[in-house]
């Protein structure tokens, strides 16, 4: 979408891989794709986190584009970092709002300050596929419990999210499934293999994903920067994300 440097976005869970509306501009063509199951993408169950890195390398390919750099937000993050990680001579710089950190990450107190309906749905996704699929069949509520700044932001430039959350499940559960079996097992990578310039961005008050582990990432990833901005939560944040972008350019 659009001409320019080529940017990867890696959307969240659950939504459709449309590019990003509200952060549209000259400069910039952004190129997407759902992630398998999503859509029209057929589903890839036991998917890793670093399996996207593939995919991105196959619809670059396919583009001819050679050298990108990759965004993602909230579930899309850490698939952004996995291309980081492992596409090192394509990818030129990472951004990552709102992104879990590993599963197994040393030190972390992964569910600290993560929302009650949060940590339920993931905690069943670490007791495997078979519990993670009873407990979305349950019809057990989810409430993000969005702050005043994240609804201000659905009420203006991100209603977008309006075209790829509810549509995204259309088909069913699967793909959330597969998403968050993939966040709670092995990733496939090492944050700390990152060697392209990492930006990542965190609002103090996201709930759904604890700033502590945008930390966690920035204090793992050589060189990594960490902007923390104290009153934004899940939403909000992407309200820096065109301040991200002017980060780009120059890496």
């Known amino acids: 979408m659009g001409t320019g440097f080529p940017v990867f976005w890696h959307h969240g869970t659950p939504n459709l891989g449309l590019p990003p509306e509200p952060l549209f501009r000259p400069g910039i063509r ?20 670093a399996s996207a890195a593939a995919d991105v390398s196959h619809i670059a390919d396919s583009l001819g584009i050679s050298k990108f750099a990759v965004v993602g937000h909230s579930g899309g993050a850490p698939h952004a970092l996995a291309c980081a990680a492992l596409l090192p001579d394509h990818v030129t710089a990472v951004v990552a709002g709102a992104s879990l950190a590993p599963f197994d990450a040393t030190g972390l107190d992964w569910f600290a300050g993560m929302i009650a309906s949060g940590e339920a749905s993931l905690r069943a996704a670490a007791a495997g596929r078979a519990a993670k699929e009873a407990y979305e069949a349950s019809g057990a509520p989810y409430d993000p419990e969005f702050t005043p700044a994240d609804l201000e932001a659905l009420d203006g430039p991100w209603s977008w999210f309006g075209k790829v959350v509810g549509p995204a499940l259309a088909g069913g559960p699967g793909p959330l499934i597969d998403d968050d079996l993939a966040y709670v097992t092995p ?65």
């Not at 952004?30 to 986190?49: F, I, K, L």
């Not at 990492?198 to 103090?204: D, F, K, P, R, T």
Request: charged share 20%; glycine share 10%.
């Open 30 to 49: 952004w190129v997407s794709y759902d992630r398998p199951g999503y859509g029209g993408s057929t589903a890839v169950p036991n998917r890793s986190v």
């Open 187 to 251: 990733w496939g990578f090492d944050p700390a293999s990152i060697r392209v310039p990492a930006l990542l961005l965190h609002g103090e008050r996201d709930g759904m994903v604890p700033a502590s582990h945008s930390r966690w990432l920035a204090a793992r990833i050589p060189g990594a920067e960490l902007r923390l901005t104290p009153d934004d939560g899940h939403i909000s944040v992407l309200a820096r994300a065109p301040a991200a972008l002017d980060w780009l350019p120059a890496r």
